[in-house]
C-alpha cells in the first residue's frame, strides 16, 4: 500500500535524471498506442474509484512522455460533473508549501531553521507553551516538537461539526492545544505529526517574512511556478469554481475555512497547479540551492523511528518499488512525486470519511502503477 514506507532512501545532487529513466526512442505509432492505452486505464481507474460514498475524483499526471488530466463523478451530489480543471481543497497537502515557503525565507536569509521560534513569536506567548523556549523552527516543520495536537482531540473535531460558521483566529487554535493536551515529548526526542506546530509555522514565517502570509504564498510559490488557480480559502477571493468535499453525507462546502486555514491546511488549488508545484519543487524552479531541496527531503531520525519517514513539510513513501515523495490532505487531496521518473501525480477524491481511505490508498497505487508503465490490480490491469 502506498502508506507503507521505505528507509534509507538517499536523494544526491540536484535530483538529476538517471540514465535508466530517459525516454528511449520508439516509434511514434508505438508511442501513441502505449499512451492511448495508459490513458485508457487511468480513466478505467478514475471511473471506478467513484462509487459510495466517493462523489468525485481527480486525477492529473505529468513527466517524460507522460500527460494525463482527468476527472469522473460530480462537482456536487446532484449536479454537474466534475471537471478537471475544478479546484478543490488541499488541506494537509499545504504543508509542503508551507515548508517551501519556510525555505524560501531560509535562502532570502530571513528565517534561520534552527533558531528558537522566540526570536519570531511573542514571548508571552512562547512562555504559556511547555518546553517553549526549546523548540525551533525546523522542529515544527519535521514534527519533532511534541507540541499536543488539536485536530487529534475529538471535542475540537466535534466542535468544528457543531460551529460551521465559526472564524477561527490562528491563536485560538493554539489556545485549544494548550489547554486540551500535554506535549506528547520533549522537543526533538521524538515524532508526532501536529497541526498546531504548523499554526505557530505560519506566524514565524509571517514574522519572519514580514507580511501577511497569504502574500508570501504569492509571492515566493504561486506567482513564480504560475500558480494561477490556487489561492488561501478565507483570505484571498476565489479562483474559480472549488469542488465540493464531502465528509460522510454532510457536505462541507460552505463550513467556514479557518479552523483548517493557516500553515497546516487551506489552499485552494487545481490538479494542474499541484503538478507544477511538485515539479517546480524537484525540477529545480523554486530554490535556488539544491542543497535547499535536500535538506527539506532529508528525514529525520525520530520520524524514521516512529516508522513514518518525513522531512520538512514532505513524507517519503515506497510505491510500486519507487521511492516516492508527497502528501495528503483530509479532504482526499494528494501529491506525489517519483524522483527517478521525473514523474509528478496530484487530485482528490472529494470523500473525507474514513471509509473511502482504503479506495483513496488504493487508487492512488494504481494510478501510479499505471503511469509507471506497470499492470494495476484488479479490473483496470488488462490493456
Not at 241 to 250: D, K, Q, S, T, V
Not at 315 to 337: C, D, K, M, N
Request: net charge positive.
Amino acid at each position: 500500500m502506498l502508506g507503507v514506507v521505505l528507509a534509507g532512501v538517499v536523494l544526491g545532487g540536484g535530483l538529476a535524471v538517471p540514465a535508466h529513466a530517459r525516454t528511449a526512442h520508439v516509434p511514434a505509432t508505438a508511442a501513441r498506442s502505449a499512451t492511448d492505452a495508459t490513458d485508457e486505464q487511468l480513466r478505467c481507474l478514475l471511473d471506478g474509484v467513484v462509487t459510495p460514498p466517493v462523489p468525485g475524483a481527480i486525477l492529473t499526471v505529468t513527466g517524460p512522455g507522460r500527460a494525463f488530466d482527468g476527472a469522473a463523478g460530480v462537482y456536487e451530489l446532484g449536479g454537474r460533473a466534475l471537471r478537471s480543471s475544478d479546484a478543490f481543497r488541499t488541506a494537509s497537502v499545504t504543508k509542503t508549501m508551507t515548508a517551501a515557503l519556510a525555505l524560501r525565507l531560509t535562502e532570502r536569509g530571513d528565517l534561520r531553521l534552527d533558531a528558537p521560534i522566540s526570536e519570531y513569536l511573542d514571548r508571552k506567548l512562547v512562555a504559556r507553551i511547555p518546553y517553549g523556549s526549546r523548540i525551533t523552527v525546523r522542529q515544527l516543520l519535521d514534527h519533532t516538537a511534541g507540541l499536543y495536537d488539536y485536530v487529534g482531540d475529538e471535542k475540537w473535531f466535534q466542535y468544528v461539526l457543531d460551529h460551521p460558521d465559526k472564524t477561527w483566529k490562528p491563536m485560538e487554535l493554539v489556545d485549544w492545544a494548550l489547554r486540551s493536551g500535554k506535549p506528547y515529548f520533549a522537543p526533538g526526542k521524538g515524532y508526532h505529526y501536529s497541526d498546531t506546530g504548523y499554526v505557530l509555522a505560519g506566524m514565524v514565517i509571517e514574522r519572519a517574512g514580514r507580511e501577511p502570509l497569504h502574500r508570501l504564498y504569492r509571492s515566493l510559490l504561486l506567482q513564480p511556478l504560475k500558480m494561477d488557480r490556487t489561492y488561501l480559502e478565507w483570505w484571498e477571493p476565489h479562483r474559480g469554481p472549488r469542488a465540493h468535499n464531502y465528509l460522510g453525507e454532510r457536505d462541507t462546502y460552505d463550513y467556514n475555512p479557518t479552523f483548517d486555514t493557516f500553515g497546516g491546511g487551506g489552499l485552494v488549488s487545481t490538479g494542474a497547479d499541484l503538478n507544477r508545484f511538485m515539479r517546480g519543487l524537484f525540477e529545480g524552479r523554486l530554490f535556488k540551492s539544491p542543497a535547499t531541496l535536500r535538506t527539506m527531503l532529508r528525514s529525520t531520525p525520530q520520524s524514521v523511528k516512529a516508522g513514518s519517514p518525513y522531512g520538512l513539510g514532505i513524507a517519503r513513501l515506497t510505491a510500486t518499488g519507487e521511492a516516492v515523495y508527497g502528501h495528503s490532505g483530509f479532504f482526499g487531496a494528494f501529491q506525489i512525486y517519483v524522483p527517478d521518473k521525473r514523474l509528478a501525480m496530484t487530485g482528490t477524491l472529494t470523500q473525507s470519511e474514513t471509509v473511502s481511505k482504503k479506495q483513496n490508498s488504493e487508487f492512488i497505487e494504481n494510478a501510479l502503477r499505471v503511469s509507471l508503465g506497470q499492470a494495476p490490480t484488479g479490473p483496470c490491469g488488462s490493456r
